[in-house]
């Protein structure tokens, strides 16, 4: 019995076909098709040079690289984004990997100090208060009078998931989607990497012009990080609830940012960590 896994090549943005063996004791393998995540590399360039590489789920890319360069401070409004490309030259215009962000000539980019602070972050060189006070100084505190009911809250698991088309075919991606505050769903996106499924997010916003997001709710379908606050503070957003834990870093930023942070929703639960007076409990 061959132990390979055979990843079929054919074009498909979010997923790969594979033929695999299923496994179960005291019985014969059987061989049979299924679909995996699929994980590439983005390469994003502004101005033609290049700023970061990100693992991704290839879909949504124009607006991952517009939502990271929104959250990382780079541009605030649609308007400062003149066109979003891929490369069409070389290998890269096969693969499609590898994309161009032109920004308005007004736009002032300091390359040294984003590629130094991506290749920081990416490594988990931020962190405590240093970093909070860095993120306030280009995302200042929100404020907000949004507020959401208990009921509402409950019942945005099952909506995320309901909606996760790729995650259902795969069970290998994570989710991010933002909601009204009455619990309607607005967008999601999908992504191997939770932080680009936030970026992905924010770029949705700023492209269709809907930020700020400040009277939304992102909703995540893993833990909520530093990272996913800070990101969710650059798009204005005065909710942020987690299907899973939080870090100690991001209850701090969240009570230091003005955000309300909610984990663990799952059923008819949930915990509250920071602005509880944005949530109605009758």
């Known amino acids: 019995m061959s132990t390979s896994v055979r990843v079929d090549s054919s074009r498909d943005d979010a997923t790969a076909s594979v033929q695999l063996w299923s496994v179960e004791s005291g019985r014969k393998p059987v061989e049979k098709p299924d679909a995996v995540a699929r994980e590439e590399p983005l390469e994003i360039r502004v101005r033609g040079q290049?700023?970061?590489?990100?693992?991704?789920?290839?879909?949504?890319?124009?607006?991952?690289?517009?939502?990271?360069l929104l959250t990382e401070g780079i541009i605030r409004t649609r308007e400062e984004v003149v066109e979003v490309a891929h490369c069409h030259q070389g290998e890269a215009a096969v693969e499609r990997n590898v994309l161009n962000v032109f920004l308005a000539p007004t736009v002032i980019v300091d390359f040294e100090r984003l590629t130094r602070h991506v290749s920081s972050t990416s490594s988990c060189g931020v962190c405590g208060k240093t970093s909070i006070e860095s993120v306030h100084q280009h995302f200042p505190p929100v404020s907000s009078e949004a507020s959401v009911?208990?009921?509402?809250?409950?019942?945005?698991?099952?909506?995320?998931?309901?909606?996760q088309e790729t995650f259902r075919r795969t069970g290998g991606l994570h989710a991010a989607a933002i909601f009204s505050s009455q619990g309607r769903l607005i967008a999601l996106r999908e992504d191997i990497g939770r932080h680009n499924a936030v970026d992905k997010i924010v770029g949705f916003g700023c492209r269709d012009g809907q930020l700020p997001f400040d009277s939304q709710i992102l909703l995540v379908s893993g833990r909520a990080s530093f990272e996913?606050?800070?990101?969710?503070?650059?798009?204005?957003?005065?909710?942020?609830?987690?299907?899973?834990?939080?870090?100690?870093?991001?209850?701090?930023?969240?009570?230091?940012?003005?955000?309300?942070?909610?984990?663990?929703?799952?059923?008819?639960?949930?915990n509250v960590y920071s602005h509880a007076e944005r949530i109605r409990f009758t």
Not at 52 to 66: F, K, N, Q
Not at 149 to 163: F, R, Y
């Open 228 to 270: 996913i606050m800070q990101k969710a503070l650059a798009a204005r957003i005065p909710i942020v609830a987690a299907v899973s834990a939080p870090s100690s870093l991001a209850v701090e930023f969240a009570r230091e940012s003005g955000q309300t942070l909610v984990g663990f929703l799952r059923g008819k639960s949930l």
């Open 50 to 68: 290049r700023v970061t590489v990100t693992m991704r789920t290839p879909g949504h890319d124009e607006e991952l690289a517009v939502g990271f």
């Open 149 to 163: 009911s208990v009921e509402a809250l409950c019942q945005l698991p099952g909506l995320l998931q309901a909606a």
